[in-house]
């Protein structure tokens, strides 16, 4: 199956700053790459993902880019504010017969100090 | 807007007891995860539906098992609750088939095994 790993598990910037969270997976198949949100006792939440024909995507303060020859995929939040507080999870898509099922990586508890 | 919804935000059994969660989703989502979620380890795939009556075992299934009797509910069940099942259990729907991938979380219910 596919193993995903991410780093930092802790991340700590200041306002203002830019704050990077990377993943690597294993299985070359996967094609589908989400990144989630979680704030302090909510539900993790879709906040951009990207597929395996595109290098980049942005959305406002935030850019995923996605190597596929070095199996690494990355989140980049600019201009972080406290709301950015959180914990943010990457996944991979692995298809294993009948469904599209995700792999999550560890989680990186990122804070934005003000 | 997609309503995931979960039957419990928190329980407290005893060991050895049989402990069901349920889940709600209200979008005619084909696909329904259940996930268990632990400080360092991120989201864990436990079991997961794709159809009415159909179940595929996740990366963690042992002591767990589930039911999926109509479409939109996907419940959980610990035959005989452990202290180590304590955790927040999460579960999620996706549209399935060319309707994507991204996954939509309910609110998660935090389990306590004495």
């Known amino acids: 199956g596919e193993n995903v790993e991410q780093h930092p598990s802790t991340l700590s910037v200041q306002e203002g700053d830019s704050a990077v969270i990377k993943c690597t997976y294993s299985?070359?198949?996967?094609?589908?790459f989400p990144w989630y949100k979680q704030e302090l006792g909510k539900r993790p939440q879709l906040i951009i993902d990207?597929?395996?024909?595109?290098g980049e995507k942005k959305d406002q303060r935030i850019a995923v880019t996605l190597n596929k020859t070095a199996k690494h995929f990355s989140l980049h939040i600019t201009e972080t504010q406290p709301e950015d507080s959180a914990v943010y999870f990457c996944?991979?898509?692995?298809?294993?017969?009948?469904?599209?099922?995700?792999?999550f990586g560890s989680g990186t508890q990122l804070t934005v100090l003000p | 807007d997609v309503k995931v919804t979960q039957s419990s935000r928190y329980l407290v059994k005893r060991t050895g007891e049989k402990v069901f969660l349920e889940c709600v989703q209200d979008?005619?989502?084909?696909?329904m995860f259940w996930y268990r979620q632990d400080p360092g380890l991120g989201l864990r795939l436990i079991y997961f539906?794709?159809?009415?009556?159909?179940?595929e075992k996740g990366d963690i299934p042992e002591g767990y098992s589930v039911s999926r009797e109509k479409k939109e509910r996907f419940s959980l069940i610990l035959e005989s609750a452990s202290t180590n099942q304590t955790s927040m259990y999460l579960c999620?729907?996706?549209?399935?088939?060319?309707?994507?991938?991204?996954?939509?979380f309910g609110p998660g219910t935090r389990l306590l095994v004495l």
């Open positions: 999620a729907s996706s549209p399935g088939g060319g309707g994507g991938e991204t996954q939509y």
């Open positions: 299985d070359s198949a996967s094609n589908y």
């Open positions: 990207i597929r395996s024909n595109v």
């Open positions: 996944a991979a898509t692995f298809s294993s017969g009948s469904a599209r099922q995700l792999t």
């Open positions: 979008m005619d989502h084909e696909n």
């Open positions: 539906s794709y159809d009415v009556k159909m179940k």
